[in-house]
């Protein structure tokens, strides 16, 4: 496609579950980053891929978070035990350069996950 | 610490003015900041950039000025329009240079 596709768009969860978010990036595109939004907020940084390696992950919130990108394209933000407070929307953005965040980055529309 | 910030959460104009939306950030931030536009259900959109050797620039309806010694950016829209409603955030870059920091984001509203 032309954009950045995230998928499912909506989530719901029961606490306690495991889901997996999956980013398609733009074709190409060496950088790969995800964010977490919180109603209201800006987006918060989770973690940075360049090709299938994940150089930053300083931004999960615990070691319930796991994100990989295992062939430098697709990648799966993968959240385990699910709790309310996760409740957000994840936002991939993938970038051309290799020069990470210094480009422009595009955003997809966000996959918007709700802990019941 | 890398901190971005904005001045007001919500911004309402008359369409036609020119909107203004004001951003200051810390120290520690990135001499390379990014102006987002998000509207509701989509993913943040790039507007515009500015390098830290770099005062002004400009766009299509859209001025960044950066002003280094009070370490603050301002985005201004010239003629606002209704489609110009939408949050929009500053963002700057980490000192590992791996990520974007966004600020919360100012609401602009539009009314014709």
Not at chain 1, 93 to 102: D, K
Not at chain 2, 1 to 15: F, K, M
Request: proline letters at 4%.
């Amino acid at each position: 496609g032309a954009g950045v596709s995230q998928s499912p768009r909506y989530k719901v969860a029961k606490r306690g579950q495991d889901v997996a978010l999956r980013c398609d990036p733009i074709s190409g595109h060496v950088s790969l980053f995800w964010y977490q939004q919180a109603l209201g907020q800006g987006p918060e940084f989770l973690t940075y891929f360049q090709n299938e390696a994940q150089l930053d992950k300083s931004g999960l919130p615990s070691d319930r978070f796991f994100a990989e990108r295992p062939e430098g394209s697709v990648s799966t933000l993968k959240i385990q035990r699910t709790q309310q407070e996760d409740s957000a929307v994840y936002l991939c953005a993938s970038s051309l350069f290799l020069t990470g965040a210094n480009t422009e980055a595009f955003f997809g529309q966000g996959t918007r996950l709700t802990v019941v | 610490g890398e901190s971005v910030g904005l001045h007001l959460p919500t911004l309402s104009v008359q369409e036609g003015d020119n909107s203004i939306i004001n951003c200051a950030y810390s120290n520690s931030a990135s001499d390379y900041f990014i102006w987002y536009k998000q509207e509701s259900g989509k993913g943040p959109q790039f507007i515009i950039d500015i390098r830290s050797n770099m005062d002004k620039r400009q766009g299509q309806r859209v001025t960044v000025l950066l002003n280094k010694t009070v370490k603050h950016l301002s985005l201004q829209i010239a003629a606002t329009q209704p489609g110009d409603s939408a949050v929009y955030f500053c963002a700057g870059i980490n000192q590992a240079g791996t990520a974007l920091i966004f600020g919360k984001g100012t609401t602009l509203s539009v009314s014709s």
